[in-house]
């Protein structure tokens, strides 16, 4: 086997595949045979962190394997994190192993606490369809990609799924009285004891001395409250970035509005209002000046394709998977991505 068995039943058994298997290069010969045209992806998925992928065998032959997308940081949005979305499904020709496989999705998604199973098909895909709204998945949305591709969003929702956010401790009554004492008692002893001078002289001060001002002479000058209207405004600053030259031509004619980055190094000083300069490196005459208009972060580059919509990243890809694969083939990407995250910029080009 491939990984470590996680659960079996009389016929068939669920395998996790795993890039420290001594027994990968058979599992991928396996693969071969049944998906050749995957063999080479699922190998990349191995070693990948935000993609698993899970193994189905009957009686010691692969008859199917699902790719899910798990969450390897905390969620930024709880939502997010109750969901098993599939990436990608094969199965063969036997209805009761398509049947099999999605009951090992299930308890995958039980294992998860995922309130739904979410799968995305092509419109050409019609036996996959079929199958699903026949075992309780609905349509919920249909996305035209260009003339010939449509892709259908299907979505199972699972009534045993906890909805309590894991993320959020309960916190009974008698707790939280004794965390406000506590904060009580960590207060400065200035805060807590603080009294007015004037009542503390009044009963220092005897009968027969001069009482002595409380109040600010009027005379003396006031400097805080000049000091308190004013507000420092920030200064745009300028910032210039290496861009290929098909993405310049991109953005110069509004096709590309957004670039995105890891959530790393100096695009975390971008503000809005700055403005950028984005270059060729070979050429640097051939260049755009940007405004940015809008900054969002976001945990993973497919996150911020569907979001920010993948046209408006990269106007020469025609699928949201193939904009994903773009980014996370740029070496070292993918590993920084999961690390940091990754940032939407918003541009404006700015008129010569």
Same mark, same amino acid.
Request: a positive charge; charged letters at 30%; proline letters at 7%.
């Given at each position: 086997m491939a990984a470590k068995i996680e659960s079996t039943s009389p016929k068939y058994t669920l395998c996790r595949l795993?890039?420290?298997?001594?027994?990968?290069?058979?599992?991928?010969?396996?693969?071969?045979?049944?998906?050749?045209?995957?063999?080479?992806?699922?190998?990349?998925?191995?070693?990948?962190?935000?993609?698993?992928?899970?193994?189905?065998?009957?009686n010691k032959s692969l008859v199917g394997f699902f790719i899910y997308k798990r969450n390897t940081r905390d969620c930024q949005k709880w939502e997010h994190s109750m969901k098993l979305e599939l990436l990608t499904w094969f199965s063969a020709a036997l209805p009761e192993d398509c049947? &099999?496989?999605?009951?090992?999705?299930?308890?995958?998604?039980?294992?998860?606490?995922?309130k739904s199973i979410d799968v995305r098909l092509l419109n050409t895909e019609n036996r996959l369809l079929d199958f699903f709204t026949s075992h309780g998945f609905r349509e919920i949305q249909t996305c035209v990609k260009n003339k010939e591709?449509?892709?259908?969003?299907?979505?199972?929702?699972?009534?045993?799924?906890?909805?309590?956010?894991?993320?959020?401790?309960?916190?009974?009554?008698?707790?939280?009285?004794?965390?406000?004492?506590d904060r009580a008692l960590k207060r400065p002893r200035e805060e807590i004891s603080y009294e007015p001078a004037y009542r503390s002289?009044?009963?220092?001060?005897?009968?027969?001395?001069?009482?002595?001002?409380?109040?600010?002479?009027?005379?003396?000058?006031?400097?805080?409250?000049?000091?308190?209207?004013?507000?420092?405004?920030?200064?745009?600053?300028?910032?210039?970035?290496?861009?290929?030259?098909?993405?310049?031509?991109?953005?110069?004619?509004?096709?590309?509005?957004?670039?995105?980055?890891?959530?790393?190094?100096?695009v975390t000083r971008y503000r809005v209002g700055d403005t950028v300069r984005f270059f060729y490196k070979q050429n640097p005459g051939d260049d755009v000046r940007c405004e940015i208009t809008d900054i969002r972060s976001f945990k993973t580059f497919r996150e911020m394709l569907e979001n920010s919509g993948f046209k408006?990243?990269?106007?020469?890809?025609?699928?949201?998977?193939? &904009?994903?694969?773009?980014?996370?083939?740029?070496?070292?990407? &993918?590993?920084?991505?999961?690390?940091s995250g990754v940032l939407a910029i918003h541009i404006k080009v700015i008129p010569r």
């Open positions: 795993r890039p420290d298997s001594k027994h990968l290069q058979v599992v991928l010969h396996q693969i071969k045979q049944v998906a050749p045209h995957r063999a080479e992806k699922l190998k990349e998925i191995a070693h990948q962190k935000e993609r698993s992928c899970r193994l189905l065998f009957k049947a &099999a496989l999605l009951e090992k999705v299930k308890l995958v998604a039980s294992d998860r606490k995922a591709r449509v892709q259908n969003l299907l979505v199972l929702p699972l009534q045993s799924a906890n909805t309590k956010d894991p993320t959020k401790k309960e916190i009974s009554p008698k707790n939280e009285i004794d965390r406000k004492t002289e009044k009963r220092s001060r005897s009968d027969d001395a001069p009482r002595q001002p409380t109040h600010q002479p009027s005379y003396l000058p006031r400097t805080n409250q000049a000091s308190q209207s004013y507000r420092y405004q920030p200064v745009p600053k300028h910032h210039e970035l290496t861009l290929r030259k098909k993405y310049i031509h991109q953005i110069r004619s509004g096709q590309k509005t957004v670039e995105g980055r890891i959530n790393h190094g100096m408006k990243c990269v106007s020469d890809i025609w699928t949201l998977d193939e &904009a994903e694969d773009l980014y996370l083939n740029i070496p070292g990407y &993918a590993e920084r991505a999961a690390a």
